[in-house]
């Protein structure tokens, strides 16, 4: 069973940046896609950026445009997203996700990391 595992969470303040790093936590894995998704307290999980390596593509959430940057290697089945800009309702836990089946949609999710943006 393959496991994904977020990295690069914390806490910082308002206006700085943070890195997120993805990664099997054992061997690499043929994927479609690589994504990013957070959830808030109180609130629904939502996408924030993606990743197609064949059509070699990225997209992203609105209120993420111009602030975040999403990359990766699939050769390592790996991701980042590179979080600048931070605002306080970017405080969430993030968590990264792979497609694995041709056609499918998100079915390899990591645990999750905590991400504190203060004012």
């Known amino acids: 069973q393959v496991q994904l595992v977020e990295s690069g969470g914390g806490l910082v303040q308002a206006g700085g940046s943070l890195r997120l790093s993805c990664a099997p936590s054992?061997?690499?894995?043929?994927?479609?896609?690589m994504g990013w998704f957070r959830q808030a307290p109180g609130k629904e999980r939502e996408f924030v950026a993606a990743?197609?390596?064949?059509?070699?593509?990225?997209s992203y959430a609105d209120s993420v445009k111009g602030r975040f940057t999403i990359s990766g290697d699939n050769t390592k089945s790996t991701v980042y997203l590179q979080m600048n800009s931070l605002k306080p309702e970017d405080t969430a836990i993030y968590y990264c996700?792979?497609?694995?089946?041709?056609?499918?949609?998100?079915?390899?999710w990591g645990q999750g990391i905590q991400v504190t943006v203060s004012s």
């Open positions: 054992g061997r690499t894995f043929r994927n479609y896609a």
């Open positions: 990743i197609r390596w064949s059509a070699g593509t990225t």
């Open positions: 996700a792979a497609i694995s089946r041709l056609f499918g949609g998100y079915d390899i």
